[in-house]
């Protein structure tokens, strides 16, 4: 007996767990809320059993999100009233809520079993009276998303400076808040120097240079990443005696610089903060190290020697 059987193949969204590929279906993490969640695919929604909602499937949940009524497979459909279908508007739509400082996220949710129900994150923001300047390269920024979230999320305020008004990051293009020329850094905290491509015309600029300068003078927390680690060697001979770290390619550099260069995936000494930036997993460890001192910082009293 013949069988035919006729088919109709029809693409789909990359599967859920394939590693670093082209297409693979990214994880957003607000670790600071004990949240992550991720885009869902027709073959997430197999695999969970969700129900046929838009919206994100929450991957991952600790306090306060999990305190707050948020479970793992929750499939977030709306934040304070704003729907949200997909990860771009849900990521849009709670860093309004976190640049805000909205003092509770209320989540609608819905799970599994098509139950939905309510939930209310409670933000700590403790960096909420913070600012910190984030100084990008020319050209395109690596980790920018990632680095300004996890500031935004724990209610620092974040001002991107640079030379020129737009540039490309992992992301999007972005616009800075302000140009080089008119930097004041009285207004900061820390002052934390992004890599990318580019970044390499910053090492002898003499704006930068003084930039580093002033904020070494007012003690801020000076932090530098990967490629962007030679600036802080190239702007002030005070820090060549501080422990510090680069990315792999510029080791030479720093060494060549007779700088204090410890090759360590992240190295601090004192106010300054440093790391290869090698993945995310790095980054993350960074801004982690970096986030306390931030939150501790006090100027200098008048007539401290500096």
């Known amino acids: 007996q013949e069988l035919i059987i006729r088919i109709t193949p029809v693409e789909d969204e990359p599967a859920i767990y394939y590693g670093h590929q082209i297409g693979e279906v990214k994880e957003i993490r607000y670790d ?8 869902i695919t027709t073959l997430s929604r197999y695999v969970h059993n969700l ?3 838009a919206g994100v499937r929450v991957t991952s949940v600790d306090p306060p999100a ?3 009524g948020i479970g793992n497979n929750d499939i977030i459909i709306e934040l304070n009233g704003a729907r949200v279908s997909n990860t771009d508007e849900f990521q849009k739509e709670l860093d309004q809520l976190l640049t805000k400082k909205n003092k509770y996220i209320r989540a609608l949710l819905q799970s599994s079993h098509q139950h939905t129900s309510r939930a209310v994150i409670k933000p700590d923001y403790d960096l909420k009276d913070r600012k910190v300047l984030l100084v990008v390269p020319e050209k395109k920024i690596d980790y920018f998303q990632r680095i300004k979230r996890y500031f935004i999320m724990n209610g620092a305020t ?6 020129t008004r737009r540039v490309k990051s992992d992301e999007q293009d972005i616009t800075v808040d302000v140009l080089l020329d008119e930097l004041n850094t009285d207004d900061f905290q820390a002052v934390i120097f992004l890599a990318g491509e580019g970044v390499e015309s ?3 600029d003499p704006k930068i240079h003084q930039l580093v300068k002033s904020a070494l003078a007012g003690k801020k927390i000076i932090g530098a990443i990967g490629a962007a680690a030679p600036i802080l060697v190239h702007a002030d001979e ?4 501080k422990k510090i770290t680069s990315d792999e390619n510029n080791a030479k550099i720093m060494l060549d610089k007779k700088s204090n260069y410890t090759g360590k995936d992240i190295e601090n000494d004192e106010n300054i903060f440093s790391t290869t930036g090698f993945n995310k997993e790095i980054i993350d460890g960074f801004l982690a190290k970096i986030k306390n001192p931030i939150k501790e ?5 008048p007539g401290t020697k500096k």
Not at 238 to 241: D, E, F, I, P, T
Not at 297 to 301: E, H, M, V
């Open 32 to 39: 600071a809320l004990g949240l992550r969640v991720e885009q």
């Open 202 to 204: 910053y090492w002898d």
């Open 66 to 68: 999990s305190k707050g």
């Open 297 to 301: 910082y006090q100027p200098p009293k």
């Open 51 to 53: 129900p046929p909602v």
């Open 158 to 163: 974040t001002v991107v400076a640079g030379k």
């Open 238 to 241: 005070q820090l060549l005696a």
